[in-house]
């Protein structure tokens, strides 16, 4: 019988699940509360509880991926999901009771599988206990969330807290339409730029596996050394006030080109945390005032839960959330629930999610077993000991893109063979591992694999130039693979060859 599989959200996790459930021949249900696909990224003019819309991005693309796979048949929207439940033989089935609800009437039904694919970027978090004073402010406060345009806030004087992707984007659009703007930073940040050496996009040259072997493989001292470089190649971050604090860690980065700028003009400043708030003023911790404060905008981040399940299930050890690579909870007797989209990295998040979904369908469909119970729990604790070295905290959802990918892929068979492409196909293996990590990689073997895949790679840079080169002066320059890793190789035989001869 074809199984079938209930899937919780319309995002692009959610489509991703509903097109490789069809491509595997399960049966998906979409469950939308929603009246639209996109999720996080389908931007709405008002507020809507439980969704976080950003910016006016890639919902077109979104939507033109659901039609062409003809995805929106299998989705039903304005449906809550209000429970779901394992069923009273799930020892032998591993089958969900799945409640919903849709204008007023609820509605139960089984299901074999279920794919929870809601997002963590859900709930809205105002940290207000951490500012003393916060309920004497007389000014407007509200979450970055609630942000949607810059016109209400000109002449203002604005207080952004949080130094993260939103603070950033907001304070540098209004910098432009308010009085003043100031942003109020606990810890700091790395600030990068989408435009990266000689004029590149920065992840097609910085994500490579050349580039993750090297961080992974040099000395400690000499991967943090050029980490930080790295960062710094553009501005020194010190001069500007934007010095994490631990600056080894590889917590995830801002990525905002103009915000340096704005900072060197004087239209946007750097505050430390706040200390206090009094009726119109912010106190911070180095006793500097801001005054006269018009609005506070929290942006905090979010939170995510999952309220239609046992807490138990994804939270099965000490109250922390305990997921096989992010998406599987060990515990369970049949590995008929996955949670898509629970990870955050420096890659791209849509290739990701498919690739997730692509292992836990192949999971589900029992043509590709998990370890044993104690094998995924001392995976899990390997890694949270890795990500407290890495980003300060063990129980983050970052992780390292081409490690966690190539990780994936593995389960499937779907993981590019790199000794092999270099006795085989040295053209492509070179452009494999020394270029971007893209997700045409991952299409090149195993189930899903796409006849197109070599050549899309070895014509990456063809498409990436085009559209920039709408003034032809000359053939489009591709960037040489090996000059951008030469430099951090010979600097670091360098640094070691200086080590042996001092010590």
């Known amino acids: 019988m074809v199984k079938k599989v ?16 069809l491509e595997e021949g399960l049966e998906p ?70 409640i919903t609800e849709k204008d007023g009437k609820k509605e139960s039904a089984v299901f074999d599988a279920v794919m929870i694919c809601s997002g963590h970027h859900v709930y809205p978090n105002i940290p207000k206990e951490s500012f003393p004073g916060i309920k004497l402010f007389k000014g407007k406060c509200f979450h970055s969330r609630d942000y949607k345009e810059p ?34 930073s606990r810890s700091g940040s790395w600030v990068m730029s989408r435009v990266w050496d000689e004029g590149y996009p920065w992840d097609m ?38 010095m994490p604090l631990n600056s080894t860690l590889r917590k995830e980065p801002v990525f905002n080109d103009e915000l340096p700028a704005c900072i060197l003009c004087g ?31 929290f942006a905090t981040g979010y939170s995510y839960a999952y309220p239609f399940l046992d807490d138990s299930i994804i939270k099965s050890r000490d109250n922390e959330v305990t997921l096989f690579k992010g998406i599987f909870p060990p515990p369970l007797e049949k590995p008929t629930l996955a949670v ?18 692509r292992w836990a369908v192949q999971v589900i469909k029992g043509t590709c077993p998990l370890p044993s119970v104690k094998d995924m729990m001392n995976d899990i604790d390997e890694k949270m000991g890795k990500k407290l070295k890495l980003f300060g905290k063990s129980d983050t959802i970052q992780t390292d ?45 195993g189930p899903g694999k796409w006849p197109g895949a070599r050549n899309a790679i070895l014509t990456q ?26 430099r951090p190789v010979l600097i670091s035989v360098v640094s070691i060859a200086a080590l042996i001869v001092l010590f």
């Open 461 to 486: 840079w063809d498409r990436l130039l085009k559209p920039m080169t709408t003034r032809v002066v000359g053939s489009p320059l591709k960037p040489c693979l090996f000059c951008n890793w030469f």
């Open 29 to 98: 249900t979409c469950f939308e509360k929603g009246e639209d696909i996109g999720g996080l990224w389908k931007f709405s003019d008002h507020v809507e509880e439980g969704r976080a819309s950003i910016y006016r991005k890639l919902q077109e693309y979104i939507t033109m991926f659901a039609k062409e796979k003809n995805l929106l048949k299998y989705i039903q929207f304005k449906t809550i999901v209000s429970s779901v439940n394992k069923r009273p033989d799930f020892q032998t089935t591993g089958q969900w009771d799945v």
């Open 401 to 445: 893109y081409v490690v966690y990918m190539d990780e994936l892929a593995s389960f499937i068979g779907a993981k590019p063979n790199i000794p092999w492409l270099f006795l085989t196909d040295p053209k492509l293996a070179l452009e494999v591992y020394f270029g971007p990590c893209t997700p045409y990689q991952f299409r090149l073997v």
């Open 205 to 242: 040259l910085f994500i490579t596996r050349f580039e993750t072997f090297l961080k992974n493989t040099l000395p400690t001292v000499i991967s943090n050394w050029w980490y930080m470089k790295q960062m710094n190649a553009r501005f020194k971050h010190e001069n500007y006030g934007l």
């Open 267 to 297: 239209i946007v400043t750097i505050k430390p945390n706040v200390k206090e708030f009094t009726e119109d003023s912010a106190i911070f911790e180095d006793g500097t005032v801001f005054k006269a404060i018009d609005y506070v905008i």
């Open 340 to 357: 898509i989209g629970l990870v955050q990295s420096l890659g791209a998040a849509i290739p990701t999610t498919d690739l997730q979904s």
């Open 151 to 184: 016109g209400i806030f000109k002449g203002k004087r604005v207080l952004v807290i949080g130094l993260g992707n939103s603070g950033c984007d907001i304070a540098s659009e209004l910098s432009h339409i308010a009085e003043k703007v100031i942003i109020s």
């Open 6 to 21: 209930a899937i919780i959200g319309a995002g692009i996790s959610g489509l991703a699940s509903i097109r490789n459930c």
